[in-house]
């Protein structure tokens, strides 16, 4: 979340068009962020 918000709090693109495109980055950025974040589980047979 921190990551989110140092991209800023307020919508820097004027036009409209450019607004949606701007968030769709903010969107996809933080995916990104909580994917990395996210802990992978092995089940414990399948380790050697």
Not at 21 to 31: Q, S
Request: glycine fraction near 4%.
């Amino acid at each position: 979340m921190h990551c989110f918000k140092r991209l800023g709090e307020r919508v820097m693109a004027r036009t409209f068009e450019r607004q949606v495109v701007e968030l769709h980055v903010r969107v996809a950025l933080f995916n990104r962020f909580t994917q990395l974040g996210s802990p992978t589980t092995v089940p414990m047979d399948a380790m050697p």
